[in-house]
């Protein structure tokens, strides 16, 4: 994107030099946009973006940048994908690195770590985070779950309804930055909850504790690019991608715990 602008730039400047240096030029000269193809070839593919060596490896963007648009643009999901989360992924490896939970599954340094180390706190979270959030969506997604997480939310919500109402409302009023949250507590009931920042349910601080199954992000650069200040068009356009396939698989996972 930057080599596009740049290339954008120079021959607005070149137009521009010939206007001044000949008064008979009169031609206004006007420049396409890429279309979505050029966006998508000039970003390149996810399968690029790697990570420094380290016991944590980025999750596997399971489509391509564009897979989910109109609801998130492939400008969004490549700067949240190749920026964010790739140096959320470097620095917790560099955090964990010569500790004792260096060769720890993720979901086990996050329930040892300390909530005062705000390096390994944020980083562990914002990798965790991301790599569930990323497997809870998928192009020509959306709908409504099925078999037994179907059960469980009009068992635990009253309808499905109830549970995006909730659900929406839970993220909508989160303050600042964070995560809303369906998970799956200590009893086997369904929740929602929200965690600030990169927090979540798996940590020893977290107000309602529990397993995740469903991940939304409302930092303000998984949705500022698309929809400015109207985080609520974010969210319920976030239900048009969710992948409830994966959803369920998640809920049927704890259930055979």
């Known amino acids: 994107m930057k080599k596009l602008n740049f290339l954008i730039s120079v021959l607005f400047l070149f137009i521009t030099l010939l206007s001044c240096n000949n008064k008979k030029l009169t031609e206004v000269v006007e ?10 070839a000039i970003m390149g593919s996810p399968d690029d973006v790697k990570a420094d060596e380290g016991s944590f490896q980025l999750e596997k963007l399971p489509y391509a940048y564009n897979a989910l648009a109109p609801s998130i643009s492939a400008t969004t999901l490549e700067m949240h994908y190749s920026k964010h989360y790739l140096t959320y992924t470097n620095n917790l490896n560099k955090a964990v690195l010569g500790t004792p939970l260096e060769n720890l599954t993720i979901e086990e340094v996050l329930s040892k770590l300390d909530p005062n180390d705000a390096a390994l706190r944020n980083n562990a979270g914002g990798f965790y985070n991301h790599s569930l959030y990323w497997k809870c969506m998928a192009p020509k997604a959306g709908g409504e779950p099925t078999n037994a997480l179907a059960e469980a939310i ?9 549970f995006m109402t909730l659900f929406k409302n839970e993220a909508t009023k989160q303050f600042g930055s964070g ?70 698989e998640n809920y049927d996972a704890i259930l055979k715990k």
Request: proline share 7%.
């Open 154 to 162: 009009i068992k635990d919500f009253g309808s499905l309804e109830d």
């Open 179 to 248: 995560w809303a949250w369906l998970i799956v507590d200590r009893t086997g009931k369904l929740q929602v909850t929200s965690t600030p920042n990169q927090d979540n349910p798996l940590m020893r601080n977290a107000a309602v504790p529990g397993t995740p199954i469903l991940a939304l992000d409302v930092w303000e650069h998984a949705y500022y690019l698309d929809y400015q200040y109207r985080r609520k068009n974010y969210i319920d356009a976030f239900f048009n991608v969710i992948n409830w396939n994966k959803v369920a």
């Open 31 to 40: 420049v396409p946009l890429p279309t979505t193809e050029q966006t998508v």
